[in-house]
């Protein structure tokens, strides 16, 4: 029975020492050798003063040595926290200090910024420390941590219900929110995901997706479970992934819908006919999209996902539903439980919208430091028996769904994000999947913005498709001609690109701030 982190790598190195597990350029690493130097690593921290429960971060490009820093930190009985690659300097020192971090894993390009403000820490791990002018205390080279040979150290014991990681969300509303997981979470996550994708020991997955989010960390933990392959990839393009595929025979591929809108963008040839699954996460694929997928991978099992960072994964369609369901983001995973409430959480009917509230083992423990946005979304269970002296939490994603006769989901909006407009609720979600359908838009979001008759208006942001030429005129008369009245735009921003966040979903916070600015001028 597996329980932690820590499980889930000593079980494979025992089982397939010798199998490459990860690799990432021209490198590789077996299970075994992972182990071992995980081992090393984590000896180190214990020796370097870490303690059970101290927060390690680790701020790198991915590369083999962040799958050692997880597995090392899980070890020492620390918690590992990821800063992903893309953060900002202010960023990475926010999540630095908000975790209160004893140690950074980092490099020198990296460290270079942010010495003159870093907090005081146990240690700093440089992987590519040459020597220079750097004024860190207690500065520390990778070859010194990995080179470990103190065999007299204790390692702590670690359990399901200690804390294993802080996974810090991308900030779209404020500054980033610490979502503190257990090993028992992420494990669970695992198990059920790598479950109902039927992962065995012959896939290879490709991981284009940042530890630092949890559909990415997942990539990992469900590799090591099926004892499969993960491949680290880094890409520009599009054209990229697909080649990547091609090359080392991909057989699994996770990405949000962004990427998978990139990618029907350019021809495919034979790259993707190794996949056997895809998924995807981190918002909804339209719809024209989704038959543009099972149009060109036939014989790939699609799987339409949705989730959270604070309970990781709430909902998968089956792969045989997409062809009928392609806009429903299935039902909830396998031993967790999806309710649909209503303000006053009584459970609403069939075709009515309330928000999903998620319970089971993958709810997360809450936010680092922060009790009061705790209290707000991870609440008591409101269909517990009022006798039960024992409560159970569970967690309020903020994102409206309504629910058909058979029980199948489907995404409405963020509550933070429904437009009210002349009395009509209005899902941003819904206007773009109609832009989506015009075939000339490649990116797009749907706002609402002030009003002094209406309360609000619909405000669009998008970029065409390659080679399209068309004016902000055919972009209105498409929409009036799909659209009731109430949900036509009053207003279209025509950009190049839309920006997207550090998790590559498109950055609706920034596009906001930016249009608001626009809007004030």
């Not at 290879?204 to 990539?219: H, V």
């Not at 809108?261 to 021809?267: A, D, E, R, S």
């Not at 960072?309 to 009928?324: I, Q």
Request: charged share 20%; hydrophobic share 45%; glycine share 8%.
């Amino acid at each position: 029975m597996l329980f932690t982190v820590v499980d889930l790598l000593v079980r494979a190195a025992e089982t397939c020492p010798d199998k490459k597990a990860v690799l990432f350029k021209n490198r590789a690493m077996t299970y075994g050798e992972i182990c071992e130097q995980s081992r090393k690593l984590a000896g180190s921290l214990v020796e370097l003063g870490v303690k059970k429960g101290d927060r390690v971060c680790f701020y790198l490009e991915k590369r083999l040595e962040k799958v050692l820093a997880i597995y090392a930190i899980s070890i020492a009985g620390a918690v590992f926290v990821p800063i992903r690659r893309l953060c900002t300097k202010e960023q990475a020192l926010y999540i630095i200090n908000n975790s209160q971090a004893s140690v950074l894993i980092t490099t020198s390009a990296r460290l270079a910024a942010l010495a003159p403000l870093l907090p005081e820490l146990k240690a700093v791990i440089v992987l590519d420390y040459m020597g220079g002018d750097l004024e860190v205390p207690n500065l520390v080279s990778w070859e010194q941590v990995l080179f470990f040979r103190n065999t007299s150290v204790t390692l702590p014991s670690i359990i399901a219900k200690d804390i294993a990681a802080i996974m810090y969300t991308s900030g779209s509303t404020g500054p980033p929110k610490g979502v503190v997981l257990t090993h028992g979470n992420i494990v669970a996550g695992a198990y059920k995901v790598s479950h109902y994708l039927e992962l065995s020991e012959h896939d290879r997955l490709l991981g284009i997706l940042s530890f630092g989010f949890d559909y990415g960390l997942n990539q990992l933990t469900m590799a090591f479970m099926a004892r499969a392959q993960l491949v680290l990839f880094d890409y520009l393009f599009p054209r990229d992934i697909l080649k990547a595929v091609g090359y080392y025979g991909v057989t699994g591929l996770a990405a949000v819908a962004t990427t998978w809108i990139q990618l029907l963008q350019v021809p495919w040839g034979r790259h993707m006919d190794s996949l056997r699954y895809i998924t995807n996460s981190g918002g909804a694929i339209p719809v024209d999209a989704v038959r543009d997928l099972r149009q060109r991978i036939p014989h790939a099992r699609i799987y339409l996902m949705y989730g959270l960072t604070e309970a990781f994964r709430s909902t998968y369609l089956e792969p045989d539903m997409v062809d009928l369901r392609p806009d429903s983001i299935g039902k909830a995973v396998p031993g967790e439980e999806v309710m649909v409430v209503d303000e006053n959480d009584m459970p609403v009917k069939p075709g009515e919208i309330g928000e999903l509230v998620h319970r089971g083992e993958l709810v997360a423990q809450g936010y680092w430091a922060d009790s009061e946005a705790t209290v707000k979304r991870f609440r008591k269970n409101p269909f517990l028996p009022p006798d039960v002296c024992i409560s159970e939490r569970v967690v309020y994603s903020g994102d409206y769904v309504r629910m058909d006769d058979a029980g199948y989901l489907y995404f409405v909006g963020r509550k933070d994000e429904m437009i009210k407009s002349a009395g009509n609720r209005i899902s941003p979600w819904e206007v773009e999947e109609i832009l989506y359908r015009s075939g000339f838009v490649s990116e797009v979001v749907a706002m609402g913005i002030s009003h002094e008759v209406y309360g609000q208006v619909v405000c669009v942001v998008l970029a065409l498709l390659p080679g399209v030429n068309k004016g902000k005129k055919d972009i209105l008369d498409y929409c009036k001609r799909n659209m009731p009245l109430y949900m036509v735009p009053h207003e279209i921003q025509v950009w190049d690109t839309l920006p997207q966040n550090t998790n590559g979903k498109l950055d609706r916070a920034g596009i906001r701030e930016r249009i608001l600015k626009l809007r004030s001028t």
